[in-house]
């Protein structure tokens, strides 16, 4: 049974960095896209940025530049750096993992058949 379990969020304020962690259990995921989304209230979830299997990374223009994914498949795992927060970061964050191997770079969240339960970040003014 495949589960991804997200871990880090909280309450920080404008500026703040803060990583987040997303646990992969049930298979391997080395060969797997994963990836990071969000949703705030009253707004549809949001693509940020992907990892493919061989590492190659892509990201949202809106958060280029300040966040940052990767992975260490030896312990499949995922992260989400984020620096430089800012107060419309605020929403539940996700993590997501493709179903299908060595498919290369997905954004479309119906793409990603796995999903974690998600993890609160807050941004404060």
């Known amino acids: 049974q495949v589960q991804l379990v997200e871990s880090g969020g909280g309450l920080v304020q404008a500026g703040d960095s803060l990583r987040l962690s997303c646990a992969a259990s049930?298979?391997?995921?080395?060969?797997?896209?994963m990836g990071w989304f969000r949703q705030a209230p009253g707004k549809e979830r949001q693509f940020l940025a992907g990892?493919?299997?061989?590492?190659?990374?892509y990201y949202a223009s809106s958060v280029k530049g300040r966040f940052t994914i990767s992975r260490d498949n030896a312990k499949n795992m995922v992260y989400l750096q984020m620096n430089s927060l800012k107060p419309e970061d605020t929403a539940v964050y996700y993590c997501?993992?493709?179903?299908?191997?060595?498919?290369?770079?997905?954004?479309?969240?119906?793409?990603?058949?796995?999903w974690g339960q998600g993890t609160q970040v807050t941004v404060s003014s």
């Open positions: 997501a993992a493709d179903s299908v191997p060595w498919r290369g770079p997905i954004v479309d969240s119906r793409d990603f058949g796995y």
């Open positions: 049930g298979r391997t995921f080395s060969n797997y896209a």
């Open positions: 990892i493919t299997g061989p590492l190659g990374t």
